[in-house]
Each structure stands twice: as C-alpha cells, then as structure tokens.
C-alpha cells in the first residue's frame, strides 16, 4: 500500500514562503505526480504535476511563483511557494496516479497553508 506524508504547511503572511514536502513510500508504475489543492467550498485543483515522461504543468495561478521538484534517490517531492498570497489558503495534497487500467489515485492526508496578515 502506497503511503503519502506532507508537511512544511503552516500560516504565513502574504509575500512570504513556504516549502512543502511529501514523502512516497514506495516508488511503482508511476503515471504522474504532483500536488494539488482545495480551498474552503471550492474544488480540489491541480498545482502543479509531472507525468513520467517528464511533462511539467503548472496551474495560470501559481506560474513564476511555485516550483515543483523530485528527489529520486529519496522518494520525495518537493513545492517551493513564493510570494504567497490569501487566495493560496487550501489544504494541499501530494498525489500519485499510478500507471494501471483504470488509473489510480493515491493521496495524502493534506497539509494546511493559511495565508493572511
């Protein structure tokens, strides 16, 4: 069973940063992976995901701002989030969608990044 574990959330004030983190613990058939996030009565977005032939996207929003990074060696995944601003408050998940038929989705429990003054 595939397990997911963030952290780095926490509240900040806008301009500021954070960097989230997630911890994969097991590395299989991978389609892609990435984070999203889901803001209070809103649906769950993609941020930003990498499939496994190396095809980065980014959600208009958070373009110049956040950075998604891979640490192969060490089955993580990184977000580097810059110049934070309130619409960035959600939770944000670490997934994988793994390479079967049908698909599957595996998330983790969510980390809360709260911006505001």
């Known amino acids: 069973q595939v397990q997911l574990v963030e952290s780095g959330g926490g509240l900040v004030q806008p301009g500021g940063s954070l960097r989230l983190s997630c911890a994969i613990s097991e590395i299989f058939s991978i389609y892609a992976m990435g984070w999203y996030r889901q803001a209070p009565g809103k649906a769950r977005e993609l941020v930003a995901a990498?499939?496994?032939?190396?095809?980065?996207n980014y959600a208009d929003s958070v373009k110049g701002r956040f950075t998604f990074s891979r640490d192969n060696a060490k089955n993580t995944l990184s977000l580097q989030i810059n110049s934070l601003k309130p619409e960035d408050t959600a939770v944000y998940y670490c997934?994988?969608?793994?390479?079967?038929?049908?698909?599957?989705?595996?998330w983790g429990q969510g980390t809360q990044v709260t911006v505001s003054s």
């Open positions: 997934n994988v969608r793994e390479d079967s038929d049908p698909p599957y989705d595996y």
């Open positions: 990498i499939t496994s032939g190396g095809s980065l």
